[in-house]
């Protein structure tokens, strides 16, 4: 029995030994590298995760490219991408109803409040709260968004805002002066005007400051602006889309009918913009001023990728101020399901995607904004995205960088809960102000009770 057992246990012995040595050879050192790899990223869990967007075809491209640069990162982490440039909605309420949501995916504004009001979003408070490269004091104003008390719901991947773009050559041309880029120094609503007026023509050649001219004729308009973006002055105007104190819509406020009024009048009272009806007789924004059919175009700053993809010597400035100068912030969230299985690794592409350096093209390409503070106050930062040519015109570093910094405002749709239905009501009564129907405040005050019906409170 005593050499049974002294066998079993050289046996036992050399087996061991290798085993150790075919550990050794298959996982690695655990002091070093392997293969130029740090063994720690070798002997981790193996980890897949799922990545939704909508956008262009150039959007996807860029956005491959992103999560490539992630996986070679972090090798044990794979990323499939779900490109959805269609009914992303539809896709993302059946991929949920199947218990397949994406880890991450980007997110409508008032749908990432509504969803994770639900709890279908992983609540990012605790992240923000101990990552030392990702937090509040990193970004910029307005970029994250609470659904309640300590509970983030997403943060923009990118910041969008508004601003006056404008063909230069049909400024020189009618010997007309630029629109400032300062805030200080932001045209009246009068002067605004008075400027659209003069770059409004009729096919007889007459500006809309003539006598002879005539509004039935128009070939060539002062400015454009879309209808949707119908609050585009109300903070401009120091008042609010929502009342001060959250109780309800601020719909009969005169100073909120007096801004609304205002974009309306262009079409209407001084007719130097094109009604909805009229514009669908131009071509897309960046077309029409390519084309000179447009001299001034209320936009968002993401028709900068479409301006310079046209070639139109195209410049930038800040919107027209009614009492202070303001622009409005309109950048979609990313957000994180609450179903995700790995959110510490969810976390890492989260980040991954919020940081500028791995968002750079589409930053420097005029589409998006950055989110980190950084990349508006050091020298050396700006210059990777807001002066790069030709997705930026000289000027675009104060009427749009700074202006979103130090003067944008979140757009109401960030905090109104309910949002689809007052909206439901809302629209139909703004198309009656477009149509030339009815004036705002008739629009206004003939749904306002039926608004506050259905108001039923606000987001932090």
């Known amino acids: 029995m005593k050499g049974k057992g002294y066998g079993l246990i050289v046996i036992l012995l050399v087996c061991t030994a290798l085993l150790t040595s075919g550990c050794r050879s298959a996982c690695g050192n655990t002091q070093g590298e392997v293969s130029g790899k740090d063994s720690a990223d070798v002997e981790r869990e193996r ?54 949501a994406p880890d991450v995916f980007t997110l409508h504004k008032h749908k990432a409040l509504h969803w994770a009001e639900q709890g279908k979003l992983y609540n990012l408070n605790d992240f923000l709260a101990r990552d030392k ?80 001219f ?30 001060p104190d959250g109780s309800r819509m601020n719909l ?79 950048g979609e969230p990313v957000v994180m399901s609450a179903s995700t299985r790995h959110p510490e690794e969810a976390w890492l592409l989260y980040k991954w995607l919020l940081h500028a350096d791995n968002l750079i093209e589409m930053h420097a390409g005029g589409l998006w904004m950055p989110i980190l503070k950084d990349y508006y106050l050091k020298p050396e930062l700006i210059a990777r995205w807001a002066s790069v040519k030709p997705g930026h015109p000289d000027g675009y570093e104060d009427a749009v960088m700074r202006q979103t910094l130090e ?10 809960k309910n949002i689809e239905n007052i909206h439901a009501i809302l629209h139909p009564a703004l198309d009656q102000v477009w149509l030339g129907k009815k004036s705002v405040k008739e629009a206004f005050t003939s749904v306002s009770a039926q608004i506050n019906a259905e108001f039923i409170g606000t987001y932090p």
């Open 133 to 212: 490269e990702i937090n509040e004091d990193s970004l910029i104003p307005n970029a994250v968004m609470y659904w309640d008390e300590g509970k983030v719901a997403g943060i923009k991947v990118a910041e969008e805002s508004f601003a006056l773009y404008y063909n230069t050559d049909m400024f020189l041309e009618a010997g007309v002066p630029l629109p400032p880029v300062k805030a200080e120094e932001a045209w009246t609503w009068n002067e605004f005007v008075r400027t659209a007026k003069k770059l409004t023509i009729d096919r007889n050649g007459h500006n809309a400051l003539s006598p002879a």
């Open 252 to 330: 009969e406020d005169p100073a909120v009918i007096d801004a609304v009024q205002k974009l309306a009048d262009l079409i209407f009272v001084h007719h130097v913009a094109p009604s909805p009806i009229q514009e669908k007789n131009l071509p897309q924004p960046a077309l029409a001023l390519q084309s000179k059919k447009v001299a001034m175009d209320l936009d968002g700053q993401w028709i900068q990728l479409d301006l310079a993809a046209a070639k139109v010597n195209f410049g930038v400035g800040v919107l027209p101020k009614l009492k202070t100068s303001k622009t409005i912030q309109f």
């Open 47 to 100: 980890v897949v995760l799922t990545y939704a967007s909508w956008g262009s075809p150039n959007e996807k491209q860029a956005q491959e490219r992103i999560i490539k640069k992630f996986m070679e990162k972090y090798p044990w982490i794979t990323v499939h991408y779900l490109y959805v440039p269609y009914d992303y909605w539809a896709k993302l309420t059946t991929l949920y109803a199947s218990n397949k």
């Open 407 to 416: 003067n944008g405002v979140n757009s109401y749709e960030f905090h109104l």
């Open 214 to 243: 005539d509004p039935s004729n128009i070939k060539q308009y002062g400015v454009r602006f879309h209808s949707w973006m119908w609050y585009l002055m109300v903070p401009s105007n120091d008042t609010s889309i929502i009342a």
